[in-house]
């Protein structure tokens, strides 16, 4: 199994930066991409980024240009830089990953707990 870790999540003002960790730990053979997700109240579950094996990145249109995602793949952990922040982006962050466990011939995602981002205008 693998398990997904979160943390930095917390309450910022309005323009400040944050920056989300996920780790990612278990019996872990591979992983393919690492991604964020975010839901506020009464809104859909919505991706954030996405980041690949080779590291190309894919953002929503409504965070291109103020969040960064990375990875930090000899530690098994993502990272998802927010800076500029909106009171718009105040959700329930969520970690995924696509990853293979040893001995299994498939890839499973899996999913952090969430990390309450909170930005104040």
């Known amino acids: 199994q693998v398990q997904l870790v979160e943390s930095g999540g917390g309450l910022v003002q309005a323009g400040g930066s944050m920056r989300l960790s996920c780790a990612a730990s278990g019996s872990i053979f591979s992983i393919r991409a690492m991604a964020w997700y975010r839901q506020a109240p009464g809104k859909r579950h919505e991706l954030v980024a996405l980041?690949?094996?080779?590291?190309?990145?894919n953002y929503a249109d409504s965070v291109k240009g103020r969040f960064t995602i990375s990875r930090d793949n000899a530690k098994n952990t993502g990272y998802l830089q927010m800076n500029s922040l909106k009171p718009e982006d105040t959700a329930v962050y969520y970690c995924?990953?696509?990853?293979?466990?040893?001995?299994?011939?498939?890839?499973?995602?899996?999913w952090g707990q969430g990390t309450q981002v909170t930005v104040s205008s």
């Open positions: 995924n990953t696509n990853a293979k466990i040893p001995g299994s011939r498939d890839y499973t995602d899996y």
């Open positions: 980041i690949t094996s080779d590291s190309n990145t």
